[in-house]
């Protein structure tokens, strides 16, 4: 009881909690990376390096089945490692038919250095670069939360093939400041939830770079989602003024993170997207 009366008294005074650019990442160390191996139904795994910065390398996996042509990049969100994303990673390759390349983000699992929001973004085009060159083809690129972002700002400053962008946002400080839901009833009329100055300075946001993107894009959003409210994706949608194709798909039921990519109804949706591509 005194604990509760002093969470009120507390309340009542207002204030205002800050979310800085290290509160968005989750980032821990993978040691040990097996050989180029075979996988589940038979996909091949080749390890790859890049050179991002002076003593900065990023590693990655390249996997494929024997038929498969195209290319596909995948960014994953805060929490993913590779370490613990072959079983996932695999069955997207079988699911999709498709060459696909991922690399641990900077500070994460295999590679090198420390995250940012900047560093990574940057880190992304040198990544794009990379596949497009080493597969002689230019890939579709699919980014799932942090990920989606950084997808965004890779179809502005280059042309991929075409993006897939899965549980997206707009802004990010919008999306940071509708977190003051989560806060419990008897607070929320008295403390807020803020980027700091750092975050609020950061441009370009993802709405800022849809205009520039003109490749097809494919948006998939679950209604539940409680991290990245709905509308924020539809605003970026919205905002996608010079795509030659665009599609959006609310999956109802779904929230942050329960998107099936392999067996649910949205991995149909993906597949479709794709032979939309190939046409």
Same mark, same amino acid.
């Given at each position: ?36 191996? /075979?996988? /589940?139904?038979? #996909?091949?795994?080749? *390890? ?14 390249? /996997? ?13 969100? *805060? ?25 641990? +983000? ?13 560093? /990574? ?46 549980? #997206?946002?707009? &802004?990010?400080? #919008?999306?940071?400041?509708? +977190?003051?839901?989560?806060?419990? +009833? ?14 609020? &300075? ?52 779904? *929230?942050?993170? &329960? ?12 597949? &479709? ?7």
């Amino acid at each position: 009881m005194l604990k509760f009366c002093f969470c009120i008294i507390l309340s009542l005074c207002g204030c205002t909690s800050y979310v800085s650019e290290q509160n968005l990442f989750n980032p821990s160390r993978a040691t040990i990376r097996t050989s180029d191996s /075979i996988g /589940i139904g038979l #996909t091949r795994k080749v *390890n790859l390096e890049l050179e991002v910065a002076p003593n900065i390398v990023l590693r990655g996996y390249k /996997i494929f089945q024997p038929n498969a042509k195209l290319s596909l990049l995948y960014f994953g969100g *805060n929490g993913s490692k590779l370490v613990q994303s072959r079983t996932f990673l695999d069955s997207l390759c079988i699911r999709l038919n498709m060459v696909l390349y991922s690399f641990d +983000w900077r500070g994460y699992g295999f590679s090198d250095g420390n995250p940012s929001l900047r560093e /990574i973004m940057d880190d992304a085009l040198k990544i794009f670069d990379f596949v497009r060159d080493s597969s002689k083809s230019v890939p579709v690129v699919v980014g799932r939360s942090l990920g989606s972002g950084v997808a965004s700002y890779v179809a502005a400053e280059r042309v991929p093939a075409g993006i897939v962008l899965i549980s #997206t946002l707009s &802004n990010l400080n #919008t999306v940071i400041e509708s +977190w003051s839901r989560f806060l419990p +009833w008897y607070q929320r009329p008295f403390v807020s939830i803020c980027p700091d100055s750092e975050l609020q &300075n950061l441009h370009p946001q993802p709405y800022e770079l849809a205009h520039r993107i003109t490749c097809p894009v494919l948006i998939l959003h679950g209604d539940n989602d409680a991290l990245i409210p709905l509308s924020s994706a539809l605003e970026l949608f919205d905002s996608l003024s010079q795509s030659k194709f665009k599609k959006f798909v609310t999956l109802k039921g779904k *929230n942050h993170y &329960n998107i099936d990519l392999i067996s649910g109804p949205e991995a149909d949706t993906i597949a &479709n997207f794709l032979k939309y591509l190939k046409q």
